[in-house]
């Protein structure tokens, strides 16, 4: 078998019992789950022309394996998630590792008793090293609040190193603030490893799909029931009814081709875009990426350099490392972190969260809330962030209350 495709013209949803926006991890799995367990007949209808959303995957002109809106490791501790997807797809076993371009050197990321060696020094890092674990204990990671709150002043110059040459530039470009916009909740997290475990994750299953994440998605897509219609707008296609003329009126009914649909509408999207940005766009980062092909094996030592100190580019992938693919040449991706000011030509990435854009997105959210048939899931839909295990986790779980319905 394959996924059945249809176009949106050819769609009779008098014949369909849900209709989900969007085939991400959130979209998809509902759909498979509906579709599997519910022998629901489940419509997707995606804006884009592929699959998957943004783990879409695919070979670029000098054949090598690329992931088209940034890079994608699947890492969790939810045997659940990961069980899963592994119904889809062979796990390529994958442990995933950065490092931070300090002025020309590498350094491991999160900092880490190696950092600690190549910035201080073996006989100073040693010293440090003995502090760290004596204040702290072995194997933990420690903030950078917890390091400036000690009086022993070497401490305090981890955590300063830290916080000016892993940290401050790399947030102001990914978020386009000054240092003084940093919020200081976000640099309290940041952390020091007290371990020489060079993983960028401790997870307990870590890998990438075999055959890549688009293979996955066709495969968890390959159901009789389950029907997608590509290069589709929810907003140009769902006609809403609202309870009456008032800018603030919750919607009544949600239509397809005329006609009101009263079966799960579960939507992955921007919540705002559904609405035309009728109270004005939610905030968001957005990323511009930049392809470069060298003749030869591999450029980088691991999959991921931060630029922590220079460069307009927050970090550079080299997807050889995560796919395992064998090839004499290799396909690097630059990251730029750029404002999200035009939706037709820019896709939102990273929520802006703070009080002021959650009340914003609370109000598109209200708008919904009368309707029982519709069911936002995802980073989108919900103005959040969300790994892509958590995803898996909600899915399954909206699906689970779907069908006990």
Same mark, same amino acid.
């Given at each position: 078998?394959?996924?059945?495709?249809?176009?949106?013209?050819?769609?009779?949803?008098?014949?369909?019992?849900?209709?989900?926006?969007?085939?991400?991890?959130?979209?998809?799995?509902?759909?498979?789950?509906? /579709?599997?367990?519910?022998?629901?007949?489940?419509?997707?209808?995606?804006?884009?022309?592929?699959?998957?959303?943004?783990?879409?995957?695919?070979?670029?002109?000098?054949?090598?394996?690329?992931?088209?809106?940034?890079? &994608?490791?699947?890492?969790?501790?939810?045997?659940?998630?990961?069980?899963?997807?592994?119904?889809?797809?062979?796990?390529?076993?994958?442990?995933?590792?950065?490092?931070?371009?300090?002025?020309?050197?590498?350094?491991?990321?999160?900092?880490?008793?190696?950092?600690?060696?190549?910035?201080?020094?073996?006989?100073?890092?040693?010293?440090?090293?003995?502090?760290?674990?004596?204040?702290?204990?072995?194997?933990?990671?420690?903030?950078?609040? %917890?390091?400036?709150?000690?009086?022993?002043?070497?401490?305090?110059?981890?955590?300063?190193?830290?916080?000016?040459?892993?940290?401050?530039?790399?947030?102001?470009?990914?978020?386009?603030?000054?240092?003084?916009?940093?919020?200081?909740?976000?640099?309290?997290?940041?952390?020091?490893?007290?371990?020489?475990?060079?993983?960028?994750?401790?997870?307990?299953?870590?890998?990438?799909?075999?055959?890549?994440?688009?293979?996955?998605?066709?495969?968890?897509?390959?159901?009789?029931?389950?029907?997608?219609?590509?290069?589709?707008?929810?907003?140009?296609?769902?006609?809403?009814?609202?309870?009456?003329? /008032?800018?603030?009126?919750?919607?009544? /009914?949600?239509?397809?081709?005329?006609?009101?649909?009263?079966?799960?509408?579960?939507?992955?999207?921007?919540?705002? %875009?559904?609405?035309?940005?009728?109270?004005?766009?939610?905030?968001?980062?957005?990323?511009?990426?930049?392809?470069?092909?060298?003749?030869?094996?591999?450029?980088?030592?691991?999959?991921?350099?931060?630029?922590?100190?220079?460069?307009?580019?927050?970090?550079?992938?080299?997807?050889? &490392?995560?796919?395992?693919?064998? /090839?004499?040449?290799?396909?690097?991706?630059?990251?730029?972190?750029?404002?999200?000011?035009?939706?037709?030509?820019?896709?939102?990435?990273?929520?802006?969260?703070?009080?002021?854009?959650?009340? &914003?997105?609370?109000?598109?959210?209200?708008?919904?809330?009368?309707?029982?048939?519709?069911?936002?899931?995802?980073?989108?839909?919900?103005?959040?962030?969300?790994n892509m295990d958590a995803i898996v986790v909600l899915a399954l779980q909206l699906a689970e209350q779907l069908l006990a319905r």
């Open positions: 078998m394959a996924v059945n495709f249809v176009p949106y013209a050819d769609v009779d949803f008098s014949r369909i019992d849900a209709v989900i926006v969007g085939s991400g991890f959130a979209g998809s799995v509902v759909a498979r789950e509906l /579709a599997e367990r519910g022998g629901m007949r489940v419509h997707i209808i995606e804006k884009r022309s592929h699959v998957g959303g943004n783990m879409y995957d695919c070979v670029d002109d000098a054949g090598i394996l690329v992931h088209a809106y940034g890079p &994608h490791i699947f890492h969790t501790n939810s045997q659940q998630a990961y069980d899963y997807l592994a119904r889809f797809t062979n796990w390529r076993t994958y442990q995933h590792e950065v490092l931070a371009n300090w002025h020309g050197t590498y350094i491991p990321v999160p900092f880490n008793k190696n950092s600690m060696e190549i910035v201080f020094g073996p006989e100073k890092a040693l010293r440090l090293i003995d502090k760290l674990v004596q204040t702290f204990g072995d194997e933990r990671k420690v903030t950078i609040t %917890e390091l400036r709150a000690q009086e022993d002043p070497e401490l305090q110059e981890v955590a300063e190193f830290v916080y000016r040459n892993v940290f401050l530039y790399y947030t102001q470009k990914q978020w386009g603030l000054t240092p003084e916009e940093v919020d200081p909740s976000v640099t309290a997290r940041v952390p020091v490893f007290i371990s020489r475990d060079n993983r960028y994750f401790q997870d307990a299953y870590q890998g990438m799909p075999g055959e890549g994440y688009t293979a996955l998605f066709m495969n968890m897509l390959d159901h009789p029931l389950i029907s997608v219609s590509l290069n589709t707008e929810a907003e140009s296609v769902m006609g809403l009814e609202f309870e009456s003329d /008032a800018e603030d009126a919750a919607l009544s /009914a949600i239509t397809l081709k005329d006609l009101p649909f009263e079966g799960p509408i579960v939507y992955t999207g921007p919540l705002d %875009e559904l609405f035309l940005g009728r109270f004005g766009r939610l905030p968001y980062r957005s990323l511009d990426f930049v392809y470069e092909t060298y003749d030869e094996e591999m450029k980088f030592p691991v999959g991921t350099v931060n630029y922590t100190v220079s460069e307009d580019y927050t970090r550079i992938t080299e997807f050889k &490392h995560l796919t395992g693919q064998v /090839a004499p040449n290799t396909t690097i991706m630059k990251e730029y972190s750029r404002a999200y000011e035009n939706p037709r030509e820019q896709i939102p990435y990273y929520a802006i969260i703070n009080p002021e854009n959650n009340a &914003h997105y609370q109000r598109y959210r209200a708008l919904t809330e009368s309707l029982p048939n519709f069911y936002p899931l995802g980073r989108l839909a919900e103005y959040r962030y969300y």
